[in-house]
């Protein structure tokens, strides 16, 4: 296991350069291995969940020190329930962003595969660092790279959307070294585990300075979380770049959620005396408001691309204002929700594509029994001659027994999924985590206790609520406008490697409804661990150099 933690960085870096090594006519070859490269991260991360669950407490944290200095000097990183979660979730994105790709996306730009291998690995590094100066050196290798992906395919939307998005990132960068260089310089180390020891240790006086250099970096991180007010740059980004870019940066708003959740729980836990949960009120208020903000965005959106935005922004507020509770019953709900939103997302942005292209086909007589061979993978024939006795439209077509063409089906229950998921109604996952995370805040104290409801869970509750149902009836008017009112379009001409993805995205939703009950032990299990991070930091710091071969050889020799 050691060893496979640094995999899902390695594996991305040496198939860039390889990439980059055979130029830019090799495209087919590029496509082919970035599909392998992206198959082989999912493999890898599934590898390591299932480690961190199989063993036991003392050994399901992986360390690996890739200079092999000691802690806290060196490079350390760590695989943990909760990066191994995030790792494979943007894995499988990342999969089906590539696989959607190879389609047509792939040959709008010339460094596309590269890029996208740079954009997993900078993913990867962050999700697995376990010190602040190595996590800002990975937000850079993936926010470079999503600069250039948000671009890709040309054009003055991307361009403009590119240049607010750009800019935005690069405040939040200069906010994020500050506050690490403010950090630094009252605890010394750069370290979080080595930090978590030193932090209530540190003189009242240095206090103030301590929160302010957290509250700086706790900025930085909610502008990548797109929490309000720093999310206007979001909407117009996310809906401007090509459906696979959009489909991969859906995980990249709870990327900043993952590093408020890791720093704020280990510098800030319950038993940090005056600095314990620091800015939980904070996290909740803006939680909140960014789920409101997110909810009155997609209710009063026309356009698909930015209703996904917008849902992603729900997401992510409703993960911010669970987590600033500092409940680990909550936290479990919440990262169970995290799983099923953020892939249901995903799965939108593509659908938003193929939606919007069935939209444009242009109608052309259909003859009786005649079809399309270009549909005949997707599409049923149409020669449904109306029998003596069965109801007929007003052009004289049966109503019973009319054959759905196979594109517009699957589509169709894609979107049912994508709807009832976000949303979150039955018996998507999207209702499950809601429904955990609101029993575990009407419930503080645990079932069967009585015990005082905060107002601001019975606020959140209320938002839920309302989200949910502002949100459903935007997308059932969204589905009404694109499936239900165009009658007598012609269907569209999808490839097998176009719906794949979506699939590929849709199923793990099914898996979540179908094995809740050991995901959610799973969710529970790190949001436990989270919130009591003893295991974390004594795995970190127990983590010794290992000894050079020459030297052990050379001691034989000796004797």
């Excluded at 070859?29 to 392998?36: D, E, H, I, S, T």
């Excluded at 405040?171 to 994020?176: T, V």
Aim: hydrophobic share 55%; net charge neutral; glycine share 10%.
């Amino acid at each position: 296991m050691p060893h496979l933690v640094v995999a899902p960085i390695l594996l991305p870096m040496l198939t860039a350069a390889l990439m980059l090594l055979l130029g830019d006519t090799r495209r087919p070859l590029k496509a082919a291995l970035n599909v392998l490269a992206s198959a082989a991260g999912v493999l890898v991360a599934a590898a390591l969940v299932l480690q961190v669950q199989r063993s036991g407490a003392a050994q399901s944290i992986g360390v690996y020190l890739p200079g092999n200095w000691p802690v806290p000097y060196g490079i350390v990183l760590v695989a943990d329930r909760l990066s191994a979660m995030m790792l494979l979730l943007g894995s499988l994105l990342g999969l089906a962003g590539v696989l959607y790709a190879s389609a047509r996306w792939h040959r709008a730009g010339v460094h596309f595969h590269p890029l996208y291998q740079l954009q997993l690995m900078g993913l990867a590094g962050a999700f697995l660092t376990a010190d602040l100066f190595n996590l800002f050196v990975f937000f850079e290798i993936m926010l470079t790279a999503s600069y250039g992906l948000l671009l890709h395919g040309s054009g003055w939307p991307r361009v403009r959307a590119g240049l607010h998005y750009i800019a935005i990132n690069l405040m939040a960068s200069s906010l994020f070294l500050i506050g690490v260089a403010m950090l630094y310089g009252i605890t010394g180390t750069l370290n979080m585990a080595d930090m978590a020891i030193i932090v209530p240790t540190i003189a009242e006086d240095d206090r103030g300075l301590l929160h302010a250099g957290a509250a700086i970096l706790a900025i930085a991180f909610l502008v990548k979380a797109a929490a309000w007010p720093f999310n206007a740059w979001l909407p117009a980004a996310y809906a401007s770049a090509a459906a696979p870019v959009a489909a991969l940066f859906a995980v990249m708003t709870k990327l900043g959620v993952y590093a408020i959740l890791r720093l704020w729980t280990l510098l800030f836990p319950q038993d940090a005396g005056i600095s314990a949960l620091f800015g939980g009120p904070v996290l909740i208020g803006l939680g909140m408001l960014t789920l409101g903000f997110g909810v009155i965005g997609v209710i009063a959106v026309q356009q698909l691309g930015r209703m996904a935005a917008f849902c992603a922004i729900v997401s992510s507020g409703t993960l911010l204002a669970a987590i600033g509770f500092g409940r680990p019953a909550v936290t479990g709900g919440a990262l169970y929700y995290a799983l099923g939103s953020t892939l249901a997302v995903g799965a939108f942005f593509l659908l938003v594509e193929l939606i919007d292209r069935a939209r444009d086909v242009e109608e052309q007589p259909v003859y009786v029994g005649e079809s399309d061979p270009d549909d005949e993978p997707f599409a049923f024939p149409v020669d449904l001659v109306p029998t003596h006795g069965v109801n007929l439209d007003d052009d004289e077509e049966a109503l019973i027994g009319r054959a759905i063409p196979a594109a517009m089906a699957f589509l169709g229950l894609a979107f049912i999924v994508c709807a009832l998921t976000i949303a979150g109604l039955p018996p998507m996952a999207g209702f499950v985590g809601k429904v955990v995370m609101l029993s575990a805040l009407l419930n503080p104290a645990g079932f069967g206790v009585q015990a005082p409801v905060s107002p601001a869970a019975w606020l959140l509750l209320a938002l839920l609520v309302t989200g949910g149902l502002l949100t459903i009836i935007a997308m059932s008017r969204a589905g009404i406008r694109c499936f239900w009112a165009p009658a007598g379009r012609p269907p569209p001409r999808l490839r097998i490697i176009e719906t794949l993805p979506i699939a590929l995205l849709l199923l793990p939703i099914g898996v979540l409804v179908w094995q809740a009950d050991a995901v959610l032990r799973y969710a529970n299990a790190t949001a436990r661990h989270l919130h009591d991070p003893r295991d974390y930091i004594g795995s970190v710091m127990a983590a010794r150099p290992q000894p050079s071969p020459h030297a052990s050889d050379q001691g034989g020799l000796r004797r």
